[in-house]
């Protein structure tokens, strides 16, 4: 719930220096637990109601039967969801960002590529790596 809570303030403190709107990216490491369910419903209220957010993307990562059944399970709970604005599951950081960039940028100013987004991910990984080296046991 504290990850769900810093997800809303984050979003709405960068939404107000973008009063255009923003676009938000979602990765899933392939061996991330499940979010409880108050986190998750409160997520999809955050989801619901954020009329800034122009366009999303999940990256949920993971290969095999278990990712792929997440994602068509996460693919169709966001169709019945309804979010004010387009929402797509993708399986890699590059795909997700390769969709979300060109669709943000049909509703907001964007200067900056796919392949930017993607190596600025990889850099904050770096950060996070070296900051808790053992969140990828």
């Known amino acids: 719930m504290t990850g769900a809570e810093a997800l809303m303030r984050g979003a709405a403190g960068f939404a107000k220096s973008h009063p255009e709107g923003i676009g938000l990216v979602t990765v899933i ?3 991330a637990p499940s979010p409880e369910n108050d986190a998750r419903a409160r997520i999809a209220e ?21 990712a792929a059944a997440v994602r068509s399970i996460v693919s169709g709970l966001t169709m019945l969801a309804r979010q004010p604005f387009e929402h797509k599951v993708f ?3 590059p795909r997700t960002m390769s969709w979300l960039v060109p669709e943000l ?3 907001v100013s964007v200067d900056f590529s796919a392949d930017d987004a993607v190596g600025a ?4 990984r770096e ?3 070296a900051e808790v080296p053992r969140r990828r046991d």
Not at 121 to 124: G, K, P, Q, S
């Open 91 to 93: 399986d890699s950081v």
């Open 29 to 31: 490491e392939a061996h």
């Open 127 to 129: 950060h996070v790596d």
């Open 105 to 107: 940028a049909k509703h």
């Open 121 to 124: 991910i990889e850099l904050f």
């Open 46 to 66: 955050f989801l619901g109601t954020a009329d800034y957010v122009q366009a999303s993307g999940v990256a949920f990562e993971g290969t095999g039967f278990r």
